[in-house]
């Protein structure tokens, strides 16, 4: 069973008449989530300015969109997966993208041996959305049949810091299941520490191509058809294999051809930001095959500016704390 069909296993529709009514009552209560499918795009042109755009990509009828929330004054999180989470016994949804800004003030000392992160501060990060999902995730009973490799939630960090500059995270959360036998199909069901991917700045350093990185979620390998759904090559695909639209907005604008040159070319980071800023806005309806989708800025002194917002209301950070610095996600590169 696919991604797309993991929604169905937590409605109780699908719930066999033989079941036992203790058991059907049980499952009838289970928690039930939705999820966002989507795709994460990020282009950091000249003086470091982020380009950041999300375009929805519908897994299941009632799926939500990719949803951004603010980390702090220079870092946003586009959040995928299984982001809203629903009990019967509570009409209020709990939404994974509201209740953690402002969250990489500081580590947490009790964390502080956790080995699987890049950084301290991003550490911090995994640990409250993992913190968020645990008690959501052992709230589910049946068995998923889903790949082990295969996340269950994702967050694309996006930021820049001083000293540093502009970098890309893509962090995922998997699960783990395991059968309790002496109550028939009752699974206990535990999320798992998050995986860290790098996608910004590239390995290699400065010598290193730079071009347009891209997150998707579900992963392609776990995609099933959809309708609804829009298998578009990533974006860099398209701009090295003169797809046909983009060839005609190439020869649209000569700003334009001189983004798509830079990029082409592994440069992307020496572009105009106003011109492809512009040339995203541009590319964005051509690719997002009807689907809605949204797009900012991310500037080290000036943090997120909306560009297109997404068609639902973005809920503001109400953060004190969240000042113009933060620092970074990673630890210090290692010069070439």
């Not at 109550?183 to 010598?207: A, N, V």
């Not at 991310?298 to 109400?318: C, L």
């Amino acid at each position: 069973m696919s991604l797309r069909l993991l929604l169905g296993i937590f409605v109780a529709a699908l719930i066999l008449p033989s079941v036992a009514p203790a058991q059907s009552q049980q499952r009838e209560d289970e928690i039930v989530a939705s999820l966002a499918g989507g795709r994460v795009i990020v282009q950091v042109a000249k003086d470091d300015v982020m380009i950041v755009a999300a375009i929805d990509q519908p897994v299941e009828s009632n799926s939500v969109p990719p949803r951004l929330m603010q980390l702090d004054g220079t870092h946003v999180g586009i959040v995928m997966g299984a982001t809203e989470w629903r009990s019967p016994a509570d009409p209020q949804p709990v939404r994974l993208d509201r209740g953690l800004q402002g969250i990489t003030g500081g580590p947490d000392q009790h964390y502080q041996d956790y080995p699987d992160a890049a950084a301290r501060d991003l550490e911090t990060i995994g640990i409250a959305f993992l913190e968020k999902l645990r008690p959501l995730v052992s709230q589910l009973h049946h068995k998923l049949d889903i790949r082990p490799d295969e996340p269950l939630f994702e967050v694309v960090i996006v930021g820049s810091a001083p000293n540093y500059g502009p970098e890309v995270w893509q962090v995922e959360y998997r699960i783990e299941q395991e059968q309790v036998a002496a109550r028939g199909e009752y699974w206990q069901t535990r999320i798992l520490r998050p995986r860290f991917t790098q996608l910004y700045p590239p390995e290699g350093g400065k010598r290193a191509p730079h071009t347009i990185v891209e997150a998707r979620y579900p992963p392609e390998s776990a995609a099933s058809p959809n309708p609804k759904r829009n298998d578009e090559p990533p974006l860099v695909a398209l701009i090295q294999g003169a797809d046909p639209r983009i060839a005609r907005l190439r020869s649209s604008d000569p700003r334009f051809a001189k983004v798509l040159d830079l990029i082409d070319h592994g440069q992307a980071q020496r572009a105009s930001a106003t011109d492809s800023t512009d040339f995203m806005q541009a590319v964005l309806p051509l690719i997002a095959g009807g689907n809605q989708f949204f797009l900012g800025t991310i500037e080290e002194q000036r943090g997120f500016d909306w560009v297109i917002p997404p068609a639902e209301p973005v809920q503001k950070t109400d953060d004190k704390n969240s000042g113009p610095y933060k620092p970074s996600l990673r630890r210090k590169p290692t010069p070439p």
